[in-house]
Each structure stands twice: as C-alpha cells, then as structure tokens.
C-alpha cells in the first residue's frame, strides 16, 4: 500500500466514520431522528468492510476516494440540519 492510498484510507476514516458520526450523534442530541437508526453503525460497518474487501482485491485507489466523498457530503448535510 502506497502512502497517497493511506492517506486516503485515512481521510475516508476520518470523514466518513469519524465525522460523520459526531455530527449525526450531535444532531441526535437536539432531538433530531435517523429514519434508519441501523445506519448510524452497521452500514456504517458494513461499507467500511466492502470498500476494504474490494480494495484488498483490486487495489483500486476509488474505493477509498469515493468513502472520502460519501463522508464529506454526509458531514456537509449533517452541519446543515444541525444549524438550519
């Protein structure tokens, strides 16, 4: 693995699982609801462990890229619901 793919890895971690989740927790807490309360950690998991079982067959550098996109959205939606 080269080091841009870990930063990728990296960053997709950071987005998708790490903020994502803060943000969709703090919009919990201001009585917000998740239409699919299994989202907030199983599909979570679950995209996480395909993307990875994808990457560890084709090395393709998308795979992380495109966590990295799903997570920058999911965290620009959740600020947005958060304060507006």
Not at 6 to 34: H, K, Q
Not at 52 to 59: L, P, S, V
């Amino acid at each position: 693995m080269q080091s841009s793919d870990l930063t990728l890895w990296a960053l997709a971690v950071l987005l998708y699982g790490v903020r994502d989740l803060l943000t969709t927790l703090s919009n919990f807490s201001i009585g917000m609801v998740e239409l699919n309360p299994l989202n907030v950690f199983v599909v979570k998991a679950v995209v996480f462990l395909a993307g990875g079982a994808i990457y560890a067959k084709t090395k393709e550098r998308i795979i992380p890229a495109v966590l990295c996109v799903l997570g920058f959205f999911a965290v620009v939606h959740n600020v947005f619901v958060f304060y507006f």
